[in-house]
C-alpha cells in the first residue's frame, strides 16, 4: 500500500514458500494496481529470485523484503540514490549495542593495555530495502544460482561499483520475527 500510495505502478513479488496464499491475496487490484505474482521455480535467495520477473519498467529497481514494516520516505530514498549517482543504495538501520561492564582493551592475547568501562557500539544494520540501477541486475545477477542481496552487494563492491547507504530515520521492524510482528501490532493501533 505504501508503494501505490508513492506512485509505484508495476509491483511484481516473487513467491516461492506458501506461494498458493500469496497470489490469492494479491489476485485482485489494490487501487487500480495489479500486484504480479512471480514463481520461482525453486528457492534461489533474494537477488536469484529476480531473474524471474519478466520485465522491469525503469531504469531503477526497487527490491525489498515483504516482511517489513516501515515508514521511509521512498522519494527521499530514491532522490538520495540519484544524488549520489549510486549503483545500488542500501537502507541502513542505527543498532546499537551497550555493554554492561568494563571491557579490556587487550594486546598480543593477554597484556591488558586499558579498559573502556561500559562502552556503547553503533553499528549500520542491513533493512533489506535497495534501490539498484537495472543495468547492474542484468549483469551481476547469476542464472539459476542461489545469490542473495549481501552476495550481490559484495560482487558490485568488488567490481568497483558505487554501493551507498541511505540511514533510515522512522521506524523499521522484520515482522517475519513472532516477536517484532507483535510490536508492529500494537504500533499500527497508534497510527
Known sequence: DSLINCGVEHISVTVNYLAEQLEQ???????GILVQTVREPRFLGTMGAVQFIPQ??????????????????FED???????????????????????????????????????LEKPTYNYY??????????????RYVPRDQFFNAT?????????????????????????????EYQKAQDLVKHL
Open 25 to 31: 491475496h494479491f489476485s485482485k487490484p489494490r487501487d
Open 151 to 179: 552476495d550481490f552487494m559484495e560482487k558490485l563492491i568488488s567490481e568497483g561499483r558505487k554501493v551507498i547507504r541511505y540511514p533510515l530515520t522512522g521506524y523499521w521492524i522484520d515482522i517475519g520475527n513472532h516477536q
Open 56 to 73: 522491469f519498467h525503469r531504469n531503477t529497481i526497487l527490491l525489498m523484503n515483504s516482511d517489513l514494516f516501515t515508514n521511509i520516505d
Open 125 to 138: 544494520a542491513n533493512a533489506g530495502i535497495y534501490l539498484i540501477r537495472r543495468e547492474m541486475v542484468e
Open 77 to 115: 530514498f530514491f532522490l538520495h540514490y540519484e544524488e549520489n549517482e549510486a549503483d545500488m543504495s542500501c537502507v541502513a538501520v542505527p543498532y546499537t549495542i551497550s555493554v554492561p561492564y568494563g571491557i579490556f582493551e587487550i594486546h598480543d592475547k593477554r597484556n591488558i593495555q586499558g579498559i
